[in-house]
RNA sequence: GCGCCUGUAGCUCAAUUGGAUAGAGCAUCGGACUUCUAAUCCGAGGGUUGGGGGUUCGAAUCCUCCCAGGCGUACCA
């Protein structure tokens, strides 16, 4: 795995303070027990027992044949440095207080419009592959769920450093495409009154018939084409009111064209002959007790074959990672494309596959069966229109991937005002408003001289949660997992809503009225900054 | 049958990828605005992490066996 930043690097780290902290460990270390390890460094469970705890004893009693409360003990008493103000243990884990100059130094580049942005990505190329739906109706939920992880992602990356190209791949040949131009090809009979019946797998809903009428009047008559090209634009345009936008759209037919398909079994044979058997007039792939059908017997290619043949692609690219977001539908595929471009000398390593689970559509206690041919599904325009592009994204970013979902329509319709998105937000309008009052009464909101007088425990809290916000974004980013960024986000939000009902800025003591708006306007940029990484709005009123 | 995913508070979900006393929101109950946005805040109750066994300093997390649900298991894509 090329997963950038993990490991000793400490330069690589996401904010001073734990840059720091982590070489003094690991150099204290060395010197009290003369071994080289590098320690964990996380959070304790409870503020008060301090800032950042380690398990570095634990990591060394087995090394050292002593006990890890023994250890710990002699770790905390001799661990100093300038930004330890307090190192304590209990039961072998120790706990490290960072003096509060430390925080004040890490907070002062907080109203940065940059914060945030790292660079250990160092340029890698990153090819993310997502939504990639076919081109055979109007994109449904189960891709919105899709389009907004990867979408959040590659801003996520982009962030860290990291080179990200958005690919959506489209499956323009084959019977789904056969079957939309057919349907369109009905419904111009049927609207010149010629009675027709639809066989079973023909594509219904109002598209087919807009999509008949517009060929109509151009006249057209390779109805599979015009309906390709006409499904895309259309996809292309709602994938733009949900904030999402790719840089390549690769279609199938046109690698098939470029002989790249027929490459993958001609090149599959040379290196390999025994994975290729031909049985029952059909050439399989063979690898350990799997098998699967890479050429049909009417001579056509399975799904498979144009997919390697396409990640092929992207490797000769150039891309050092390839990210592929799947739908559970493709799973079974997986090892398949896996085998065959380890077989033809790639790096599989550097492929990863996220599957972004399905979301199971439901309206109160009911489930919305959802099936394309019907023409009964929820689209991402009707799924806007309802719920909204805010609510809907991070309705979907508050979930881990892996995990299926339930989306209750009637609950994000009902409660749309309680969806958390709505918390983040209004800590954001509460702000802004307060800064332009700030601003009306000829405060500053820039870096004051004495933002050490910041004491309250809600204070505190802000100004060291708000430089986490590097940690958020570095885990997001390494783990691949938006969900990290947004639950970051409604922490920070809760933390300013409660320090804003506890004390007053404007009109509270003197002395504390630049630094209390300092910390504010900190607080909104971050908000500002991790929303606009999600793709969600950052509105200056309510 | 086989493969993958899932099971955590009444509900929807987290848990820094093996860390400490498992946390939020919603719902319920009780409180807080003459003052910068009450779409807010504070407090309370709520748990054998589906169940058993194992691995070790330490398990919701890893292994194993059951139970329950979802998806896949096509010469569809």
């Not at 250990?120 to 592959?129: A, C, S, T």
């Not at 994938?239 to 090149?267: H, P, Q, T």
């Not at 799904?303 to 990210?323: Q, S, T």
Request: aromatic share 10%.
């Amino acid at each position: 795995m090329t997963l950038k930043g993990s490991g000793a690097m400490f330069q690589e780290r996401s904010t001073q303070v734990r840059c720091k902290l982590e070489k003094i460990l690991k150099e204290t270390i060395k010197d009290l027990f003369g071994v080289e390890i590098i320690p964990e460094v996380g959070h304790p469970p409870s503020d008060e027992l301090g800032d950042y705890s380690t398990n570095a004893a634990f990591l060394l009693s087995e090394k050292l044949k002593k006990k890890p409360e023994d250890i710990a003990l002699k770790l905390a008493k001799n661990l100093q440095g300038d930004i330890v103000q307090l190192a304590t243990t209990i039961s072998g884990f120790v706990n490290i207080k960072i003096k509060k100059g430390a925080w004040i130094e890490e907070l002062k580049g907080s109203i940065h419009p940059d914060y945030g942005k790292m660079d250990w990505g160092e340029g890698e190329k990153v090819l993310l592959e997502f939504v990639s739906a076919n081109p055979t109706g109007p994109l449904h939920v189960a891709s919105a769920r899709a389009a907004t992880f990867g979408d959040s992602l590659s801003r996520i990356l982009e962030s860290q450093g990291f080179n990200v190209s958005r690919e959506y791949y489209f499956n323009d040949s084959g019977s789904q495409v056969e079957l939309l131009g057919k349907s369109i090809e009905l419904k111009i009979k049927e609207l010149n009154g010629e009675r027709v019946d639809y066989p079973p797998n023909t594509y219904r809903g109002d598209y087919i018939t807009e999509l008949a009428k517009k060929a109509m009047n151009k006249k057209i008559k390779d109805y599979v084409d015009f309906g390709v090209k006409e499904i895309l634009k259309m996809q292309k345009s709602t994938l733009d009111r949900f904030r999402v936008n790719f840089d390549e759209w690769i279609s199938e037919s046109e690698l098939k064209k470029n002989g790249m398909a027929d490459k993958i079994i001609k090149d599959l044979h040379e290196l390999k002959p025994s994975v290729l058997v031909k049985k029952e007039g059909a050439l399989w792939f063979t690898a350990g007790d799997r098998e699967r059908v890479f050429i049909r017997s009417d001579n056509s290619y399975t799904y498979v074959v144009p997919d390697i043949a396409y990640h092929r692609y992207k490797f000769n690219r150039g891309y050092d990672v390839l990210i592929d977001l799947l739908g559970p539908d493709h799973i079974d595929h997986i090892p398949e494309l896996k085998e065959s471009l380890e077989l033809l000398g790639y790096p599989v390593g550097n492929l990863e596959v996220k599957i972004i689970q399905w979301i199971t559509l439901k309206r109160g206690k009911e489930t919305i069966k959802m099936s394309k041919r019907s023409g009964e599904f929820i689209t991402i325009d009707e799924l806007i229109k309802e719920v909204g592009v805010d609510a809907a994204r991070f309705f979907f970013l508050l979930r881990k991937s892996s995990v299926p979902m339930d989306f209750d329509l009637e609950l994000a319709k009902e409660q749309s005002e309680r969806n958390p998105v709505y918390y983040i937000q209004y800590g954001h309008a509460r702000i802004s408003s307060l800064l332009d009052l700030a601003k009306y009464k000829g405060y500053s909101v820039n870096l004051p001289e004495n933002l050490d007088l910041l004491s309250k425990e809600e204070e505190l809290k802000l100004i060291r949660k708000i430089p986490e916000f590097k940690e958020a974004l570095e885990d997001s980013a390494k783990m691949r997992e938006p969900h990290i960024l947004a639950y970051y986000l409604l922490d920070l939000s809760k933390l300013y809503h409660n320090f804003y009902q506890s004390h007053r800025i404007i009109g509270g003591e003197e002395e504390l009225i630049l630094p209390r708006l300092f910390l504010s306007n900190s607080v909104r940029n971050v908000v500002a900054r991790g929303l606009s990484l999600l793709g969600v709005s950052a509105p200056e009123r309510m």
